[in-house]
C-alpha cells in the first residue's frame, strides 16, 4: 500500500527558473490538495483539484503558480519564474471517496530558491 | 473567518512526564478537528481525528484529544511522553466548503523531550 508520492523531494532553482513539482496520490484517491509550509510556519492552503479539474485554488498567488491533476498521470504544481520567497516546502494530500475524508500527506518538496 | 491557535510555540518536558498542548479554534459550524505530527524533514502523520460522537478520542501512539465546543479547544494529550515523540505537532480544523474539506493549520507547537 503505497501512500502519497511526491518527488522530487528536493528541488534547487535559480531565481527565474520553473519548478515543476509531482504528486502521485494514494491509489484509487480522486481528490488532491497542495499546502505550503513557509520556515517556521503551519501549513496554508493553495488549491484543491478532483480528476481534470480545479475545484478550489484561492490560496494560490494569482501570477506564476498553476496546477493541474491529469486523468493520467500525477498531480502537478508549477512555478514560474521563481523567486526567493517562494522558497518553502510544498506538501501534497489525497483522500479516498469524498472530499470529506480523512487527508493523508505525502513527505513533500523542499524548493530552494537561490 | 475560521481559524486555529496553537498558543505554545515550544515545549519541553522530562521523558516519562505527562504532555498537553493546546489548540483553540475558530469555526462557525460543527469542526471536523485533527491532530497531525511532523518529524524533522518528513511528511504529517495523522494522529487523530474528531468528526462526531465521543467528544474523547484515541489516537496513535498513545494520544488523545478531547473536544471542548465550550471552550473551542481540541488539545491533545498523552500520559507519559517518549523520547521519540519529539516533533512538531500541528492541529487542524476542516474547513468544510462546498462539500470538501480545506484544512486550516495552527503554527503548530515543537516539543522537545529531556531525557
Known amino acids: 500500500n503505497a501512500g502519497v508520492m511526491q518527488n522530487p523531494r528536493h528541488l534547487v532553482r535559480r531565481r527565474g527558473q520553473e519548478a515543476r513539482l509531482r504528486c502521485s496520490p494514494v491509489?484509487?484517491?480522486?481528490?488532491v490538495y497542495w499546502y505550503r509550509q513557509l520556515p517556521e510556519e503551519g501549513l496554508k492552503f493553495m488549491v484543491y483539484?478532483?480528476?481534470?479539474?480545479?475545484?478550489?485554488e484561492s490560496g494560490m498567488p494569482k501570477e506564476r503558480f498553476s496546477a493541474e491533476f491529469p486523468k493520467e498521470g500525477p498531480s502537478i504544481l508549477r512555478i514560474q519564474q521563481v523567486v526567493r520567497g517562494d522558497s518553502a516546502a510544498y506538501f501534497c494530500?489525497?483522500?479516498?471517496?469524498?472530499?470529506?475524508?480523512?487527508?493523508?500527506f505525502g513527505p513533500g518538496t523542499r524548493l530552494t530558491v537561490l | 473567518a475560521q481559524s486555529v491557535t496553537q498558543p505554545d510555540i515550544h515545549i519541553t518536558v522530562s521523558e516519562g512526564a505527562s504532555l498537553e498542548l493546546r489548540c483553540n479554534y475558530s469555526?462557525?459550524?460543527?469542526?471536523?478537528l485533527f491532530w497531525y505530527v511532523q518529524s524533522p524533514g518528513q511528511g504529517l502523520q495523522l494522529l487523530l481525528k474528531?468528526?462526531?460522537?465521543?467528544?474523547l478520542v484515541q489516537g496513535i501512539k498513545g494520544f488523545e484529544a478531547e473536544f471542548k465546543r465550550s471552550q473551542s479547544s481540541f488539545n491533545l494529550r498523552k500520559p507519559s511522553v517518549h523520547w521519540s515523540d519529539a516533533a512538531e505537532y500541528f492541529c487542524a480544523v476542516g474547513a468544510r466548503t462546498g462539500g470538501y474539506n480545506k484544512l486550516i493549520f495552527g503554527a503548530g507547537t515543537r516539543l522537545a523531550v529531556h531525557p
Open positions: 483539484l478532483q480528476k481534470e479539474n480545479i475545484i478550489d
Open positions: 494530500a489525497s483522500s479516498p471517496n469524498t472530499p470529506t475524508d480523512t487527508q493523508y
Open positions: 469555526y462557525g459550524a460543527t469542526p471536523y
Open positions: 491509489k484509487g484517491h480522486s481528490h
Open positions: 474528531y468528526f462526531s460522537g465521543d467528544t
